[in-house]
């Protein structure tokens, strides 16, 4: 049984930084990938940031490149997600999500399991 939980999320001013965490357990603690997802309402859910089981860093969405960074704790099988700069276009439902231990980690459709989502919005 797989279970991702997020904690963080909130609300902030333009500019402000928020931090996203998430929990993996079950089947997800020995994903080969974590990552963090959003979606707004009516549009497609994106990538923001995804991570290997080597901690290295494997994709970046290019508009939050130099704002937001990921980081994974193998130790502890969290995820985090340091949000700096952040803007009123990143306003969204900020989903973790993991895949299978051999899962592939610049392939959305490889990330079978997924939290609940935390929301995030900026204004």
């Known amino acids: 049984h797989v279970q991702l939980v997020e904690s963080g999320g909130g609300s902030v001013r333009p500019g402000g930084s928020l931090t996203l965490s998430c929990t993996a357990s079950?089947?997800?603690?020995?994903?080969?990938?974590l990552g963090w997802f959003r979606q707004v309402p009516g549009q497609a859910r994106e990538v923001v940031a995804t991570?290997?089981?080597?901690?290295?860093?494997?994709s970046n969405a290019d508009s939050v490149k130099g704002r937001f960074t990921i980081h994974r704790n193998t130790t502890s099988n969290m995820v985090h997600l340091q949000m700096n700069n952040l803007n009123p276009e990143d306003t969204a439902m900020y989903y973790c999500?993991?895949?299978?231990?051999?899962?592939?980690?610049?392939?959305?459709?490889?990330?079978?399991?997924w939290g609940q989502g935390t929301q995030v919005t900026v204004s």
């Open positions: 991570i290997g089981s080597g901690a290295v860093v494997v």
């Open positions: 999500a993991a895949t299978n231990n051999l899962g592939r980690c610049d392939l959305q459709t490889s990330f079978r399991f």
């Open positions: 079950g089947d997800a603690f020995n994903a080969n990938c």
